[in-house]
């Protein structure tokens, strides 16, 4: 066991408390972890930031890696990731829906080291990611934090009408498929090989795709999926008065002057295989 305080040069915050609360960049400090967890964690990290368009974070704030409870925490051997702060930008895990592309990126590249990633979408994971090295990397179809995964970037890096429900069905079989017809990647998903290229290729995409953050039709979309997230009784009256905004002629006309920095699907994920 070792004692830490930062990973590859990068402080290690904790933001859990009332003076430093989730979402802050928090207070450093140390950190108990297994020395060989570690090697894969440094390893992981690094492959995260370096195909980040944000690069290297000034801070990473963190949950606990050593926990005094029973499983991989107990002995060092997991890590929760709260939150990622860079000079100028942010990625808190509780806010998937708003940064949806920068999120799916560090998670392609973090499955390509923990054979166990809970996120947003698993229950109690909303506000962090939780990676551990328990079992190997691989795609199983049983298994609902892979599957979990897998339906969130076929619908929201490849735009797939699919429901996000881990489990896998025929949907999700046909949709893959085609997904990866398009990345050029052969199939099964449940070949290694072919799940390494494609949470590879998928990271490269999801992080190109997040550079349109700061595009007012990337938030705007943001702000639909917001919507939709709604309890019904208020999404209908919000959505219509969305609509009367998108549509009047001046929101239109000023929106449109955006197309061009809007990312192609389809260019975007040319420029990732020809690279």
Known sequence: MEQINSINGIPLHYARLTSHPYGTRGMQRDFLVDSNFLKVLKKALKEVFDHCPLGKPEVITTAGIFVNKPGHHGSGKAFDLDAVFWKDTSLITLNFVHQKELYLGIESFLRKHFGIVLNYYYTNHEDHWHVDTSVNVDYHESSKSETLYLQMVLKFIYG?????????????????????????????????????????????????????????????????????????????????????????SATSQWLTAFEDKHHDLGAVITEVLNS
Do not use: C, W
């Open 160 to 248: 797939k009408d699919i429901i996000v429900d881990g489990i896998s069905g025929p949907q999700t079989r046909a949709v893959t498929r085609e997904v990866f017809d398009l990345l050029h990647i052969n199939t099964p998903i449940t070949t290694k090989v072919n799940y390494l290229e494609f949470l590879d290729k998928t990271g490269k995409i999801a992080f190109k795709l997040s550079e349109e953050k700061n595009s007012p039709l990337q938030l705007f979309d943001n702000l639909s999926d917001v919507i939709e997230a709604l309890p019904i009784q208020h999404k209908t009256d919000v959505m219509q008065a969305l609509n009367s905004f998108s549509d009047h």
